[in-house]
């Protein structure tokens, strides 16, 4: 079975800190995602990567950057919390091949809360 | 404009009747991928089918049954009998071959099974 897993479960973070969500997936995955789930809003894709060091954005990566050093490592970055980024955050990989006809995997969620 | 829309934010119903899941989308392409995905309390996305464009059957897996209608552009979803563990919320997502390799969730629809 795929695992995707996500180091934290809940955090929570003052405004202007430096936030890392990280994420490992251990099927070695060439894709991976990272959304973020806000009630009535759905999940929206802030970046994705489909290799090592290669990064697109999606539709909202204002606020955001990622890392990808490792094959089955994809990390968020907020570089300076703020209140808006309160949400919940989803990691998801899919294997090699076309993304869009591909099913994700997702990790269980980092409900992230900036005070 | 929404690419998915999931018209139904909250459903509850009795334990062992049916309901039925709205998923309406827009897209011009001839070629895209429309999925369902279950997200129970614990938070993990679980992907539950698959259907490109050029499939309109409908399927059937269990208590779980699919009705794709390129007429209509809907991709509803039906469980029949239902259960208390079917309570969780249900997105429907659309991917589109043309437009790179996003995935538009819909908003998830809340279903709620009383026992």
């Known amino acids: 079975d795929v695992k995707v897993t996500q180091s934290s479960r809940y955090l929570v973070k003052r405004t202007g800190e430096k936030v890392f969500l990280e994420c490992v997936q251990d099927?070695?995955?060439?894709?991976m995602f990272w959304y973020r789930q806000d009630p009535g809003l759905g999940l929206r894709l802030i970046y994705f990567?489909?290799?090592?060091?290669?990064?697109e954005k999606g539709d909202i990566p204002e606020g955001y950057s990622v890392s990808r050093e490792k094959k089955e490592r994809f990390s968020l970055i907020l570089e300076s919390a703020s209140t808006n980024q309160t949400s919940m955050y989803l990691c998801?990989?899919?294997?090699?091949?076309?993304?869009?006809?591909?099913?994700?995997?997702f990790g269980p969620g980092t409900r992230l809360t900036v005070l | 404009a929404q690419k998915v829309t999931q018209a139904q934010t909250e459903i509850s119903v009795v334990e062992k009747e049916d309901v039925t899941l709205d998923c309406v989308y827009e897209?011009?392409?001839?070629?895209?991928?429309l999925f369902w995905y279950k997200q129970p309390p614990s938070g993990e996305l679980v992907f539950l089918i698959r259907r490109n464009s050029f499939d309109e059957q409908n399927e059937i897996s269990g208590r779980y049954s699919w009705n794709f209608q390129k007429s209509t552009s809907s991709f509803n979803f039906t469980i029949t009998a239902s259960q208390v563990v079917d309570s969780a919320v249900y997105f429907c997502?659309?991917?589109?071959?043309?437009?790179?390799?996003?995935?538009?969730f819909g908003t998830g629809t809340s279903l709620t099974v009383i026992p």
């Open positions: 997502a659309l991917s589109e071959a043309n437009t790179g390799n996003q995935f538009y």
């Open positions: 998801a990989s899919t294997p090699r091949g076309t993304i869009r006809n591909n099913e994700q995997f």
């Open positions: 099927m070695d995955h060439e894709n």
């Open positions: 897209t011009r392409d001839t070629t895209y991928y």
């Open positions: 990567s489909y290799d090592v060091k290669m990064k």
